[in-house]
Nanobody
């Protein structure tokens, strides 16, 4: 059974940090590119960051460049999103996404709220 389980969300003040984790199981994690998406209320889901299968390359949305870092540990079947200098506009549900040659999996999401 394929599972992507996000954790690490919560309430944080502006300027604070959070580290999201996404634990994968039920598929060969190292053969999948991994993405973090987010969806704020009333907005479309948007790609935040992506990382290649080996973790050698990554891309970021312009809105998070220099503040967020995506990484993965293929030995632990886990992908991370380190979020620094958080802003109220980063408030959203964050989703983990695994993309393979023929399959595409999603987690349930974790809420991140940035507010004073």
């Amino acid at each position: 059974q394929v599972q992507l389980v996000e954790s690490g969300g919560g309430l944080v003040q502006p300027g604070g940090s959070l580290r999201l984790s996404c634990a994968a199981s039920g598929f060969t994690f190292s053969t999948y590119a991994m993405n973090w998406y987010r969806q704020a209320p009333g907005k479309e889901r948007e790609l935040v960051a992506a990382i290649t299968r080996a973790g050698s390359d990554s891309i970021y949305a312009d809105s998070v460049k220099g503040r967020f870092t995506i990484s993965r540990d293929n030995a632990k079947n886990t992908v991370y999103l380190q979020m620094n200098s958080l802003k109220p506009e980063d408030t959203a549900v964050y989703y983990c996404n695994a993309v393979g040659q023929r399959s595409n999996y999603w987690g349930q999401g974790t809420q991140v709220t940035v507010s004073a």
